[in-house]
């Protein structure tokens, strides 16, 4: 009877129920735009239910520009911008016409919030009042700098790690019960 409960305790780790749905509109692609200019680095992420099929950014202009594709009628995305990148007042023209999405600010980024209609190719720019607040531009002959931008510790190789080792402790343990249990 000890071996039925263990073996199904064991079979509660390695067999876990799957919930599974339609995606929806709202499903988010994760997109980071690692921009170089004046000697920096930095990195605007994006979540959006569309594809950003490549983007430009001009410092003289202070502007960034995304080329957007989309297959759905009803686009929504989200933009994390560096302020140090592209600050101030942000205007934003989507396919040369004006647009008002919602946006947050604090003293480290501007958070976006797109929400638009229209499927396939999209153009949307973005225009600044300032470009490296509080940052001096580094010349080609100045020694390279580090890059600014916040690294992301990601620890899936460890989850990973301990689910095996989990599951095979309980493996171990099964078969010393049973092993023990034919004698």
């Known amino acids: 009877m000890k071996i039925i409960f263990l073996a ?10 799957v919930y599974g749905q339609l995606l929806s509109d709202a499903t988010g692609l994760v997109n980071r735009l690692d921009i170089q200019t004046g000697g920096y680095s930095f990195e605007v992420e994006t979540v959006s239910n569309f594809n950003i099929q490549d983007f430009e950014f001009d410092k003289d202009e202070k502007k ?23 600050g101030g007042n942000l205007t934003f023209y989507l396919n ?4 008002f999405p919602i946006v947050n600010t604090n003293e480290k980024i501007s958070f976006v919030t797109l929400n ?4 396939g190719d999209n153009q949307l720019e973005i225009f600044g009042t300032t470009h490296f607040f509080g940052l001096t531009e ?3 002959s100045d ?13 899936d190789e460890l989850i990973y790690i301990l ?3 989990l599951l095979l ?3 171990i343990i099964v078969i010393i019960f049973t092993v023990k249990r034919r004698k």
Do not use: M, R, W
């Open 116 to 119: 638009f209609t229209g499927s």
């Open 96 to 99: 040369d016409q004006e647009y």
């Open 163 to 165: 689910i095996i080792a």
């Open 64 to 86: 960034l520009t995304l080329h957007i594709n989309s297959g759905l009628e009803n686009n929504l995305g989200e933009l994390l911008i560096p302020q140090n990148l592209l």
């Open 143 to 155: 020694p390279a700098n580090p890059s600014i931008t916040p690294l992301v510790d990601n620890d």
């Open 169 to 171: 402790i309980i493996g």
């Open 138 to 140: 580094i010349k080609e």
């Open 8 to 17: 199904s305790v064991a079979l509660l780790f390695a067999i876990t129920p």
